[in-house]
DNA sequence: TCCCCATTGGATTGCCACTCCAAAAACGTT
DNA sequence: AACGTTTTTGGAGTGGCAATCCAATGGGGA
């Protein structure tokens, strides 16, 4: 399909505000962080770039190819951004924050990660963690293990807590509000059923998501170093 | 809507082979299961029932309602066939398991999951769980986060899980062919680059995905020790 | 200069969820 | 048992979507 020149050089644009693989995807994103997943529709994109149908299939292969290259280049970004950190510890409390920061911006990536959970550019982050457990002396036999339940805890909550927030989008409440409601909905909640989860009500009310998630790598991290 | 007479009797059934919103719902699992979140349209429904539109609509709101009851349904499922142990962890144990086994065979609950991941038979779930980690003495302030942190975990492996099956069902690849290519596939990651990726290659090959799972739930029981 | 082919735009196709309505079946009342 | 009411049913119709197809355009190499 590509051509190149016997000089190496590489094919030459098209037009001046030629249309690209890269363009499109770019612009799949803002569709994406604006509206959500139902805003993302080959109609919409043409309107958005003032182009045709053919033009953008002949970037891309269809909608499936858009959203899993849009969601790896959200998770490049998360790498290029990544902190190197003394502590491996800390380094690994970074890590799953920038995962879980990323998604809760783009929420849409859950939807895709939870369709396809093994795209390439998620060895980056097996690597990395894999590497940070074994500064940490986890066994090689228990870190292969160990790697894939970080991974699993940190997308798990992640997706856990974007699919909330969707949630509230939608619904057009805000944080407070709907934590104000959930707790009062579980407030009423037959407390000799449900004892535990009713006395869970009052943490409820000043509960932070980020901070919750962090407590769970921190279980996550005693639990590792037990392995030792 | 409903009408009840003062006598208090349930209104009548209307028909000997009468639709009703559980059959549609049985239907919708049958047609999930067979052929997966694809099949079910309700054109196949509507065959699948020998019936019309208007009978569904008129017992069900819209697809969402469909899937997301659908879903209720399988961890409903879960639940009647939860088994009591004497020892908390091992209850935490049957209880994980129940969990991802459900969501392996019936791999579309996933993305559901990830799409209302607060569904009310949710709330059995993380009041067992709380329980459970209160019999294992974890502190009350401790244990708000260490509940979600487990269902964060458990769901999220499972779905992960689950994405890898349905990704292997429509390969038509059988497990031992997948986790071979993928091995193989490893394999050939620069060593330079993925040290770790590389050196997991091994550990890949004769790597079972139940087994990881309770590893990972073990590393979170051990965790959750070191909050006593 | 001229031709080739990468690139483009949009009409068209086929599938889908969902609506609407008219007919049929059961019910309650008398 | 007859009748009006309400519930239930089937399917034609609507609008929106992803994806295909094809004719037109124009840049660059020969």
Redesign the interface.
């Known amino acids: 399909m590509a051509k190149t020149s016997a000089n190496g050089s590489a094919r030459a644009p098209r037009r001046k505000d030629g249309l690209s693989r890269e363009v499109i995807i770019q612009s799949a994103i803002e569709l994406l962080d604006g509206g959500g997943e139902r805003a993302l529709t080959l109609r919409a994109l043409t309107i958005h770039l003032s182009t045709g149908y053919g033009a953008i299939y002949h970037h891309v292969a269809d909608k499936d190819d858009l959203l899993a290259t849009a969601t790896d280049e959200i998770f490049a970004r998360v790498l290029t951004g990544a902190v190197i950190d003394t502590d491996p510890r800390e380094n690994l409390r970074h890590l799953a924050l920038g995962l879980f920061d990323a998604i809760d911006a783009h929420p849409w990536v859950?939807?895709e990660?939870?369709?396809?959970?093994?795209r390439p550019v998620l060895?980056d982050f097996?690597?990395s963690i894999?590497?940070l457990l074994?500064a940490l002396d986890v066994p090689?036999?228990?870190?292969?293990?160990?790697?894939?339940?970080f991974m699993?805890?940190?997308?798990?909550?992640a997706?856990?807590n974007a699919?909330?927030a969707r949630?509230l989008a939608d619904s057009g409440m805000d944080r407070a509000a709907f934590l104000g409601a959930a707790a009062t909905q579980w407030a009423e909640?037959n407390p000799g059923?449900?004892?535990?989860?009713h006395?869970?009500v009052s943490?409820?009310r000043d509960?932070n998501d980020r901070e919750?998630f962090l407590?769970?790598v921190?279980?996550?991290?005693?639990?590792?170093?037990?392995?030792r």
């Open positions: 859950a939807a990660l939870s369709r396809q959970p093994w060895l097996y690597e894999a590497g074994d090689e036999r228990a870190r292969f293990d160990a790697t894939g339940t699993s805890y940190v997308l798990g909550d997706v856990k699919a909330t949630h909640v059923k449900y004892p535990f989860v006395a869970a943490q409820l509960h919750q407590a769970g921190d279980i996550f991290l005693a639990g590792i170093a037990a392995l």
